[in-house]
């Protein structure tokens, strides 16, 4: 391997470093501090950092196609809403992740939570996110009843790389274009949507640096019309 290219993959490594942990652990919580008081979000998704071959990377699921309904087809992370049971939006997404993938995560895992979002319609979704490990230690178990038809992961490099970014522009009733929302391109499934927006928050903590996000993540969920990808 050149240095150039030593360098780049030692820079990679540290996004998962103890001391990227650390910094991460304590923005996430200065942000719930800040954002403390507000009722519970409604859902809950786990963001799993993990690493392959020593690569930092994401784990995300595809939902299955042959079950229809609103999110067939769609990539995105482990998660659903909040059990009557579940202690808090943390109880959700590490319950969700055991029900969908048979991982079994401890507390200690999770790093903390990201800004609640709104999805599509309108439900708050709490996003907390956790490092599995390498994954190459994990046994996972995509389970089909919870709508899981793939796993699969994009390293946090490629997610960086300004040419796997775009854009999807979304008109508002006014037939101007009222919302810019992130999309990841050229990995095995396009990452857009709720999922996308979640990326973009996840990479902006971890490599504030090298990762400006250039997108309005709005307070409610937005209603395009029709959008366009740029």
């Known amino acids: 391997m050149s240095k150039q290219g030593a360098e780049g993959a030692g820079g990679e490594r ?56 609103p999110h067939s087809g769609d990539v995105s992370f ?46 708050s979704v709490a996003p907390v996110v956790a490092n599995l490990g390498p994954l190459e230690d994990l046994t996972l178990a995509p389970n089909p009843a919870e709508q899981v038809e793939e796993i699969f992961t994009l390293p946090l490099a490629h997610l960086l790389r300004e040419e796997n970014q775009g854009y999807t522009h979304f008109r508002g009733s006014s037939g101007r274009y009222g919302y810019t929302l992130p999309v990841f391109l050229n990995g095995p499934h396009k990452v857009w949507g709720l999922t996308a927006i979640i990326t973009e928050l996840t990479l902006e903590l971890l490599a504030p640096h090298r990762y400006r996000r250039k997108t309005f993540v709005p307070q409610r969920a937005p209603r395009p019309r029709e959008g366009a990808t740029a």
């Open 14 to 69: 540290e996004l998962l470093s103890g001391g990227s942990e650390q910094r991460c652990r304590a923005r996430l919580a200065a942000g719930a501090r800040r954002g403390g008081g507000g009722p519970a979000a409604a859902a809950a998704v786990l963001v799993p950092l993990c690493s392959v071959r020593g690569r930092p990377a994401l784990l995300y699921t595809l939902r299955s196609r042959r079950l229809g309904g």
């Open 78 to 123: 482990p998660g659903g809403r909040r059990d009557p049971a579940d202690g808090d939006e943390v109880a959700t997404a590490l319950r969700e992740t055991r029900e969908e993938l048979g991982l079994e995560l401890g507390p200690r895992s999770v790093w903390g939570q990201l800004r609640t979002l709104p999805d599509r319609h309108g439900l």
